[in-house]
């Protein structure tokens, strides 16, 4: 059986998620897994939830917990990337705080905005470190990342390093079944197509019974008949573009410059939109990790596990078992939408068996739902280069295309932000640091897969 790797497995409540889930295959139930975490106590309680979680399935996996990498990757098969770099203080709190300066409010800020372009930074030198140790000890495994951002630190992976790697979310397989309830329509009857970019996908169709359901939808929430109000975002672009965007209202609205706006009280109370959403998620998670641990301590287990509907299990039993599964990852752009740019990050569905990840084709995104992608793209692309090339002018680059920066902003407040974020996070940021190649360019970290950074050579 599989050697399977988690990489951030201090966060314990994901990490039983996803354990669970592979260990309810019995095909699965007696692999080796190896957790992995830089922090020594959260890796301890963890350790505890695997057996835990072991235990209530019946399975008898091999457990190992380390600090070492090397001995975490060695042979591995799957590597999962479940981390985040700085945690809540001081990471999160600087990419809400430091904004909030300049009168830039965010919701979730992980996935885009000033808060992403940061994050970014932060998070994809330590995964590519990571992916070099692994181009050693497991170059044939496949990696499965949870992290986000998700779109910029998959793209960064495969474009970065040669590790096999797919980007996993869980928007796709959830977002449309509130929809389909509010119609009377059982969810699990519903076959969907749904293609994009990571957290701006959308369901090109949502059928049952070979019945188009969009029509049905767009009344009900046209009429006012139904419009909850954690989703007012959503339903209003659904109104206005005619399909259905598979991440939540919250994360939605810091994504374009329509919604937030610093000077439009109204528009947050019109669409209830929750600034400074994503710190208040993070002090409910540590409480959470915080009650499990109580209980793990008090030597109380799980009862009733049932499998969740996170891709990542169903990825790794089909490529063992050879039994075909189709998720929904975020892969690069290889003449899979023809209206995005070739070579970005896109979310598709991918074929799963023995042979890998097989991203299927989609063809054109209706004109409008692709000029939507390509703004988010343009600042993907150059927070991918500013890490990968370690030339810092990309980042204020981003920041300056960033759709909700850019308007709430002028030049030179994006420029003397992105300076204040620079600052405060001082000596997280590797690629920055100044290498001498000898060639009289100001640059920093170069990767041996090139880029269009210095072009020295060196």
Not at 119 to 129: C, D, F, G, Y
Not at 386 to 415: F, Q, R
Request: charged share 20%.
């Amino acid at each position: 059986m599989p050697k399977i790797t988690f990489v951030g497995a201090g966060s314990t409540v994901f990490a039983r998620n996803i354990l669970s889930d592979c260990l309810s295959y019995p095909e699965l139930a007696g692999s080796e897994i190896a957790l992995f975490d830089i922090d020594d106590a959260r890796l301890r309680t963890s350790a505890k939830m695997a057996e835990h979680v072991a235990k209530a399935w019946d399975a008898s996996p091999r457990i190992v917990a380390t600090m070492n990498p090397e001995e975490a990757f060695d042979g591995a098969q799957y590597v999962i990337f479940m981390f985040q770099v700085g945690g809540y203080e001081p990471s999160t709190v600087i990419d809400f705080e430091v904004p909030k300066k300049y009168g830039l409010r965010q919701t979730i800020a992980d996935t885009l905005g000033i808060g992403g372009i940061f994050r970014a930074q932060r998070t994809i030198p330590v995964m590519l470190q990571y992916a070099y140790m692994m181009e050693d000890l497991c170059p044939k495994a496949t990696v499965l990342n949870y992290v986000n951002p998700m779109a910029m630190n998959t793209w960064a992976m495969l474009a970065g390093s040669d590790m096999a790697t797919i980007g996993l979310c869980h928007s796709v397989q959830g977002s449309h079944r509130h929809l389909c309830e509010a119609i009377g329509v059982n969810p699990d009857e519903v076959n969907y197509t749904c293609a994009g970019i990571n957290h701006m996908a959308f369901y090109l169709s949502l059928e049952h019974n070979g019945e188009d359901l969009y029509p049905r939808i767009i009344e009900k929430v046209a009429s006012g008949e139904y419009c909850p109000d954690w989703d007012r975002v959503r339903l209003d672009m659904l109104l206005r573009i005619g399909y259905y965007i598979t991440e939540s209202s919250e994360h939605f609205s810091e994504y374009n410059p329509w919604f937030i706006k610093r000077d439009r009280p109204d528009l947050i109370e019109r669409y209830n939109i929750p600034l400074d959403e994503y710190p208040r998620r993070c002090v409910g998670q540590i409480k959470g990790w915080e009650a499990m641990r109580a209980d793990l301590e008090a030597g109380k287990g799980f009862e009733g596990l049932r499998r969740t509907s996170e891709y990542g299990s169903r990825i790794i039993h089909a490529m063992e078992t050879g039994e075909p599964a189709l998720v929904h990852g975020s892969v690069l752009n290889h003449e899979l939408i023809d209206n995005l740019p070739y070579g970005c990050c896109v979310e598709v569905p991918c074929l799963i068996d023995r042979n890998g990840i097989q991203p299927v084709k989609v063809g054109h995104l209706p004109s409008t739902l692709a000029a939507m992608n390509r703004t988010n793209i343009n600042v993907q692309e150059l927070s991918v280069l500013a890490a990968l090339t370690g030339n810092k002018e990309y980042v204020y680059h981003a920041a300056m295309l960033d759709p909700h920066t850019a308007a709430e902003l002028s030049l030179d407040e994006i420029w003397s932000l992105v300076d204040d974020l620079f600052e405060a996070h001082e000596g997280m940021l590797p690629q920055f640091e100044q290498q001498d190649c000898g060639c009289g360019h100001d640059h920093g970290h170069h990767h041996h897969h090139g880029d269009d950074g210095c072009g020295c050579g060196h």
